[in-house]
């Protein structure tokens, strides 16, 4: 499967933005689904993940509450939806995705597909 990232841009903090992660194949439905960051000089960080029935999800301590994950199968898109932003969300945004249909091995950094990545900036 091929995944692109997109909906990055400039904001600022306090505010909000939607990416979306757009999937190519006919299997993205069975698909556990995620997103990455990584900020200027810093390693790259799990931010969330969703099951691919979309009925769990499991977030990173440093956005829950802030961030929601959702995603359309029928679509074939995954969504991050952003409020609240911090300039310490400054970063790629990546989304990634592995060959089972829950999040094990995705929480713990690990994939089978890999993005390109969409740039978020948040201005104080």
């Known amino acids: 499967v091929q995944l692109q990232a997109s909906g990055g841009g400039l904001v600022q903090a306090g505010g909000s933005l939607r990416l979306s992660c757009a999937a190519s194949?006919?299997?993205?439905?069975?698909?556990?689904t995620g997103w990455f960051r990584q900020a200027p000089g810093k390693e790259r960080e799990f931010v969330a993940a969703?099951?691919?029935?979309?009925?769990?999800?499991y977030y990173a301590d440093s956005v829950k509450g802030r961030f929601t994950i959702s995603r359309d199968n029928a679509k074939n898109t995954m969504y991050l939806e952003m409020n609240n932003l911090k300039p310490e969300d400054t970063a790629v945004y990546y989304c990634?995705?592995?060959?089972?249909?829950?999040?094990?091995?995705?929480?713990?950094?690990?994939?089978?597909?890999w993005g390109q990545g969409t740039l978020v900036t948040v201005s104080s």
């Open positions: 969703i099951s691919w029935s979309g009925g769990s999800t």
């Open positions: 194949g006919r299997t993205f439905i069975t698909y556990a």
């Open positions: 990634a995705a592995e060959n089972e249909g829950w999040y094990t091995r995705l929480i713990r950094g690990l994939y089978d597909y």
